[in-house]
C-alpha cells in the first residue's frame, strides 16, 4: 500500500460517493420518463436510463475536485486516466433491469483498486432499503439507519444445504449453462436477479455462493472486498483469484469453494 493512502479517508469518500449517487438517482426510481437500449441489434435488452448517467456524474464531480490524481472507470461515461496508478470503478445502477422494474434490488457500486490492480476498498449500495455494504482488507460492515455492524459469511460447509444465485442463466453459454446446471443441482435453494446484491447477501450469511460470467470490471471490483471482508472467497471458475471481469465465483467457505469447482470445470476459462 502506498505511503499516500489513508484507509479511513478513502472510504469516508466511498461513503460519500454513494450519499452523491443516491441523490441524484432517487428521483428517477419508479418515475422513470424515458429509457434507452445500449445493447446491439439482436442482442440482450441493456436499459440505461437518466438515474444511470446522473448517478455517475455526480459521483465524478466529487473525486474530481478531491481525487483528481485518481483515475475513474465508469459504465456510463468510460476512463479517465489515472496519475497515481489508483483507479475509482463505478457502476452507478448495477442492475438496471431490476431498477426500471421498480424492484430495490439494483445497487450502485463502488471500487478503489490500487496500482496493481487489486481492489481495495468496496462498496455495495442499496439506498431503498437502507443498506450499504462496505468492504476493506481485513473487514466488511453493514451501513443501516440504526448504525453500524460487522458482516460475516455462513459457516454452512455443504452444497446440498446452500443458498446460490446466478442474476440469469440464460445469459451464460451453453458450457456455462450446464455447468450452472450440475451446480444447481447439487444445492437446496436457487435465487435469480439480484445482480449485485446477491453479493452482499452472501457477506450477509443469508446466501452462501454466487457464480457468474460475462462481468465487466465495473460489475465486479466492489464485490471482491465486500465478499473476502466478510471472511468469504472471490476466484474465477477455475479457482484462481478473481479478475476483474470476466467468471466469477464466490463462496461462503473453503468448503464450498471446493465442492464447487468440480461442477464447474468443464466451462471455466
Known amino acids: 500500500m502506498s505511503a499516500d493512502f489513508n484507509l479511513d479517508d478513502e472510504l469516508a469518500l466511498a461513503n460519500r460517493l ?15 420518463t424515458a429509457i434507452d437500449d445500449k445493447s446491439a441489434e439482436g442482442a440482450l435488452y441493456d436499459p440505461v436510463t437518466e438515474a444511470d448517467r446522473a448517478a455517475e456524474r455526480a459521483m465524478r464531480e466529487i473525486l474530481g475536485a478531491e481525487r483528481a490524481h485518481h483515475g475513474i472507470v465508469g459504465e456510463e461515461y468510460g476512463e479517465t486516466p489515472t496519475e497515481s496508478g489508483w483507479r475509482w470503478l463505478l457502476d452507478p445502477v448495477d442492475g438496471t433491469r431490476a431498477f426500471v422494474a421498480g424492484l430495490p434490488v439494483w445497487t450502485t457500486l463502488i471500487a478503489l483498486v490500487d496500482p496493481c490492480g487489486f481492489p481495495v476498498i468496496g462498496v455495495i449500495d442499496q439506498p431503498v432499503l437502507g443498506e450499504r455494504y462496505l468492504g476493506w482488507p ?11 455492524s460487522p458482516l460475516r459469511v455462513s459457516d454452512i460447509p455443504a452444497l446440498n444445504e446452500a443458498v446460490i444465485s446466478t442474476t440469469d442463466p440464460f445469459i451464460l453459454t451453453d458450457p456455462e449453462q450446464a455447468a450452472w446446471a450440475r451446480l444447481r443441482g447439487a444445492t437446496r ?3 435469480y436477479g439480484l445482480d449485485a ?11 452462501h455462493l454466487v457464480a457468474e460470467s460475462g462481468l465487466q470490471p465495473w460489475d465486479v471490483a466492489a464485490l471482491v472486498p465486500v465478499v473476502t471482508g466478510a ?3 472471490a476466484t474465477d471458475w477455475t479457482g484462481a483469484p478473481a479478475g476483474l471481469g470476466g467468471q466469477i465465483l464466490c463462496t461462503a467457505s473453503t468448503a464450498l469453494l471446493e465442492q464447487a469447482l468440480p461442477l464447474l470445470d468443464d466451462a471455466a476459462l
Open 18 to 32: 454513494a450519499d452523491a449517487a443516491w441523490s441524484a438517482i432517487r428521483p428517477h426510481f419508479r418515475a422513470l
Open 189 to 191: 435453494l436457487t435465487r
Open 231 to 233: 471472511g468469504g472467497h
Open 138 to 148: 481485513g473487514g466488511a460492515a453493514l451501513n443501516t439507519p440504526a448504525g453500524q
Open 197 to 207: 446484491y446477491a453479493y452482499a447477501r452472501l457477506a450477509g450469511g443469508s446466501v
